[in-house]
């Protein structure tokens, strides 16, 4: 840290961990992101999680349960989260593999590293928590797990050489898919007490920010009742998903969370 008064300012080392949000910056700018915004009523969904965890100690993860209705959804409209590949066809894929955000500490600095979840849309609430928590245990020591080391290691690359990675990674469907995943949860709501949106920078096919929860009036019938609405946006890599695939998705990803899909009532 250096210090001039004469300039009134202090000069910092740039954290190394920042440059991939750098990165992401990069990659979002050679895509056409689309964005949508909207609400989902989530009252009976964390009615029963507040209940469960009253009546049994089970502690369900609502980003768990957010992830397993994404995943859901994303399978049932499966172009919304294909690639290409370097000839420039699609890979639809049959599996949904999300990539989520965990607070993790690389050397020293407090920052986020990526969590894979594989096979997410064949997976319950339950063993998705699980995998949630089991992941935030691992990286709560002072390094953090192996992919806060190997995050380490990668952000020390010449930018130019982590872009050929890049460029190389995003044309090999199966790698992008098995390492990057092709879906991104970020969950936001933590930050905004309240209602409110998060546009995320967008650098896979399909992103979903889970933004916060307001109560506010709804129709519900034909009576106005207060409810939870979660603030929900979706970004979409235009070049690939088209509006109507991107509807249906909204579609089933409303419906699900609404029924509370994969919660069962005690």
């Given at each position: ?79 919304i ?81 982590r872009r ?48 916060g929860?307001?109560r ?38 409303r ?12």
């Amino acid at each position: 840290m250096a210090a001039d008064s004469r300039k009134g300012y202090t000069l910092e080392r740039f954290p190394s961990v920042r440059r991939l949000t750098v990165d992401a910056g990069w990659i979002v700018s050679r895509r056409h992101n689309v964005h949508g915004l909207f609400e989902i009523d989530v009252t009976g969904a964390r009615r029963i999680i507040k209940e469960r965890r009253a009546a049994t100690g089970e502690q369900i993860s609502f980003t768990g349960f957010m992830v397993h209705c994404i995943a859901r959804a994303a399978a049932d409209a499966p172009h919304i989260h294909a690639c290409r590949d370097w000839l420039g066809r699609l890979a639809v894929f049959h599996d949904v593999n999300v990539n989520t955000m965990i607070s993790a500490e690389i050397d020293g600095e407090l920052t986020v590293v990526p969590l894979i979840i594989r096979a997410a849309d064949k997976k319950s609430v339950e063993q998705i928590s699980y995998e949630i928590r089991a992941a935030q245990e691992k990286n709560s020591t002072a390094r953090g797990g192996p992919e806060a080391e190997y995050i380490s290691r990668f952000v020390r690359l010449p930018a130019a050489v982590r872009r050929l990675f890049y460029r190389w990674l995003y044309r090999k469907p199966a790698l992008l898919h098995d390492m990057f995943g092709t879906v991104a949860v970020t969950a936001v709501g933590m930050f905004a007490g309240g209602g409110g949106w998060g546009i995320p920078f967008g650098n896979h096919t399909l992103n979903v920010a889970i933004g916060g929860v307001a109560r506010k009036p709804a129709a519900v019938g034909d009576d106005i009742i207060i409810r939870d609405c979660l603030s929900v946006t979706i970004t979409i890599d235009h070049d690939i998903v088209d509006g109507a695939p991107a509807a249906r998705f909204v579609s089933r990803l409303r419906e699900s969370v609404e029924s509370a899909s994969g919660l069962s009532e005690i």
